[in-house]
């Protein structure tokens, strides 16, 4: 099998992306080609011999191939006409605004290209956190209480601190700040509405234990391990960037059987038939024996390979069952049948 | 102002954007471009002055200019290159599948082509009306209750009769279906399912009256008439389809000031900020002096043009208005920060 890995593209989380595609060289046991995204939305076929993050960071991918995207993948431009770039799937591990927010998927999918990821729907659902809660609710997974606040009406919140600030839509902590205190209110604001329109305040739980879950449904649900991440009182994006590169597993949560369960059985109920096609991974909290969405991941960094036992097999089954598209006939009927009334 | 008429694409309602397409050539006063998407979703450049219903349903659209799409607009290919299709601004007139999902979204707003339409997360949330629901209660406006059922659980359903069965993603009216008597459930739920996976159940009030308003917002809100569309139960397919090509003014609600502006007050709430750039309509319902949404149109047959006292002003209007992307800056921060505390 081969694998097309789609990269980079204009988002905050850009890097990530970068990283997160390198550590899959890694862990990876098929070909991989490398389609790489510049933050001007280029697309480049990286040699997957010469990739490393310094070909990114100092602009020297751009002597490689140019690609564009068109009916049945990525092409090159030759002498004689474009040449299709083969690859069995594509996987998009592009984190952030672009891979997550809809627009690759759709791409993807409105060109006919078999990938592993979010559809569209799936990824404007777990992209805006807002949305996420309404989702999972109605699928019947608790969130914790939360307040949406929109730019021009701040004066409306009405949780007492501490509590947690985060953009509607953005990943990998960006723009999160804890709030003790009131007056750290208006910063931690003004941060937010620098990515967003719309902030969502959460009550700030300290010390609640948080467990990654991540899986995907082939023939049937394939489940990572449970883990606990190791961390401060939230992962930074710093933290979250060296996290995106890893390979290594870490850390298995020390939960009884019956808890693991519970785990599973709410993401069964976020995933299907939402997320089909995807690998995703979701953080939950316990808090009173309950359990509590955080957030979808829906491309996870490094597609949380660390946390499945055969990482390779999940990924391999996941390419078997990918969803297929509506069959939508060809049909004129109404128009045929007002030219014929028109005796035309 | 030259605008071009985006139409076609891989979906049920294809031939009623065919329609609705021809409909604007006598109301835009502007210079039009034809975009055609056919049902394989390869584009043409149909001439505007040869434009009409039979050139697609005969298949003679073939002989005409194809283009792709890539950074920047629609392109034809030339012996020296590529020629950029010049047009100010991209109008998105694909209803159902393709136009109204996400997926034209993505890729204009990926290719940095501006446009009138909903934009991607605009669109996934009008086009699944479970999530419109949740969406309107997010945003203060009411809806009717409803019932979720998905294909593997049709035992769950407890709303009692009559109620009106809708594939939870198509609009058109396609696939939706009055019970009045539980002996006709099974065959209602079989023809939704046909569409989608979930289907919605709502209670069938006979007599209701429904109001049409459509908008959308340029410097400021503008807003069409209030129409009482006239209708037997509800508008099949058939009698929708011939709707999509109207271009004259019809059934003005003989409503009093503070309910018009009760309707305009719920279509801001929804409409602002989700979907700017749009022109849409929204349906509502008036039970007992409250207004409820019933659907939100995000690109409405012909554009609702017959609905505006202005409609090219506001066009242009909207044109002047359509919402920027996010800037991001390229950074590579982390990554040079990796290599130069490695030394290289």
Chains 1, 2 share one sequence.
Request: glycine share 6%; with cysteine.
């Amino acid at each position: 099998m081969k694998i097309g890995i789609l990269f980079g593209a204009k988002s905050f989380e850009h890097e990530i992306s970068v990283v997160s595609a390198i550590a899959l060289k890694k862990v990876l046991k098929c070909e991989i080609v490398y389609l790489f995204c510049d933050y001007e939305r280029n697309f480049y076929l990286i040699p997957t011999d010469k990739i490393n993050a310094k070909k990114f960071s100092s602009g020297k991918y751009k002597k490689e191939t140019r690609l564009h995207v068109d009916k049945g993948g990525f092409y090159k431009k030759g002498l004689f006409g474009n040449t299709l770039i083969e690859c069995d799937v594509v996987l998009n591990l592009i984190h952030g605004g672009d891979g997550e927010d809809g627009k690759i998927a759709s791409i993807l999918e409105f060109f006919g290209i078999p990938f592993i990821g979010p559809r569209v729907e799936a990824s404007v659902m777990s992209f805006n956190k807002l949305l996420t809660k309404l989702y999972a609710k109605e699928m019947g997974v608790k969130t914790l209480e939360y307040q949406a606040v929109s730019k021009n009406r701040r004066d409306t919140l009405t949780i007492k601190p501490p509590f947690i600030v985060k953009p509607s839509r953005l990943g990998s902590s960006i723009g999160i700040k804890i709030v003790k205190d009131l007056s750290e209110l208006d910063y931690a604001l003004d941060v937010a509405f620098e990515f967003d329109d719309t902030v969502i305040v959460e009550p700030f739980i300290a010390g609640v234990k948080e467990y990654n879950l991540a899986g995907c449904k082939a023939d049937d649900f394939i489940f990572s391990i449970v883990e606990e991440p190791i961390k401060e009182e939230f992962l930074d994006f710093d933290k979250k960037y060296l996290d995106f590169s890893r390979t290594k597993r870490l850390n298995e949560a020390s939960l009884d059987e019956k808890s693991v369960l519970k785990l599973q059985d709410s993401f069964k109920k976020l995933y299907e038939p939402m997320f089909a096609g995807a690998l995703i991974r979701c953080d939950f909290f316990i808090i009173d024996n309950e359990v509590y969405l955080n957030e979808i991941n829906p491309i996870p960094g490094s597609m949380a390979n660390y946390l499945f036992l055969d990482f390779n097999s999940a990924i391999e089954m996941l390419c078997k069952n990918l969803p297929s598209s509506v069959n939508i006939p060809m049909s004129y009927r109404y128009i045929n049948s007002i030219q014929s009334a028109k005796g035309k």
